[in-house]
């Protein structure tokens, strides 16, 4: 089966600290991307990587940057973390060209920073 | 840019019987994908039910349907005899079909979280 695994499906950080939150997709996807979710507003991109070394912005950057190094591996990092962080943190894989298909999702990382 | 709202933040229903979602999207592209996606409270995204735009024909998936009105930029999900196992935040999702420009980014709405009553 394909899977899509975060690194930690809970996570509690202090106020300041480099947070890193990690991706890894078993199935050669080319495009991987970030998503926040906060109740009432949904799942909102944050940033999104179509093959390795590239990244793309998405509605929400401020205050995160992202890594790929590896096509399967794809990482969020807050450089220096904050309480409006707080939220759950979902990562999604697709391929190029299957455009009409959708995402292979994650389970999830809800970081808590306190 | 592309918007998706969904107005309902909660449904509930009854078991086995049938449940509307509504989902609206703000587009000027003619061609594109719209998706419903469940995320249970194992929080794992699952693909309900996808649609293109340029198919007039309305996607089923078993006991899931979709009503989709291009015109009206309106896409709702219909969930059929509904099951306790179907109590599950629902997303509604765009997508362009412009590849080269959106990478296939997705859209999504605020969720409706769906309850159903035994």
């Known amino acids: 089966d394909v899977k899509v695994t975060q690194s930690s499906r809970y996570l509690v950080k202090r106020t300041g600290e480099k947070v890193f939150l990690e991706c890894v997709q078993d199935?050669?996807?080319?495009?991987m991307f970030w998503y926040r979710q906060d109740p009432g507003l949904g799942l909102r991109l944050i940033y999104f990587?179509?093959?390795?070394?590239?990244?793309e912005k998405g509605d929400i950057p401020e205050g995160y940057s992202v890594s790929r190094e590896k096509k399967e591996r794809f990482s969020l990092i807050l450089e220096s973390a904050s309480t409006n962080q707080t939220s759950m943190y979902l990562c999604?894989?697709?391929?190029?060209?299957?455009?009409?298909?959708?995402?292979?999702f994650g389970s999830g990382t809800r970081l808590t920073v306190v | 840019a592309q918007t998706v709202t969904q107005s309902q933040p909660e449904m509930s229903v009854q078991e086995a019987e049938t449940v509307t979602l509504s989902c609206t999207y703000d587009?000027?592209?003619?061609?594109?994908?719209l998706f419903w996606y469940k995320q249970p409270p194992s929080r794992q995204m699952i693909l309900v039910i996808r649609?293109?735009?340029?198919?007039?024909q309305n996607a089923t998936e078993n006991r899931f349907s979709v009503n989709f009105q291009k015109a009206a930029k309106s896409f709702s999900l219909k969930i059929s005899d509904s099951q306790l196992g179907d109590a599950a935040m629902y997303f509604c999702?765009?997508?362009?079909?412009?590849?080269?420009?959106?990478?296939?980014?997705?859209?999504f709405g605020q969720g409706t979280i769906l309850t159903v009553h035994p």
């Open positions: 587009t000027s592209e003619s061609d594109y994908y």
């Open positions: 999604a894989s697709s391929l190029w060209d299957r455009e009409r298909y959708g995402y292979t």
């Open positions: 199935m050669d996807h080319e495009n």
């Open positions: 990587s179509y093959d390795v070394k590239m990244k």
């Open positions: 649609q293109e735009a340029y198919k007039q």
């Open positions: 999702a765009y997508r362009s079909a412009d590849g080269g420009t959106s990478y296939g980014k997705l859209t």
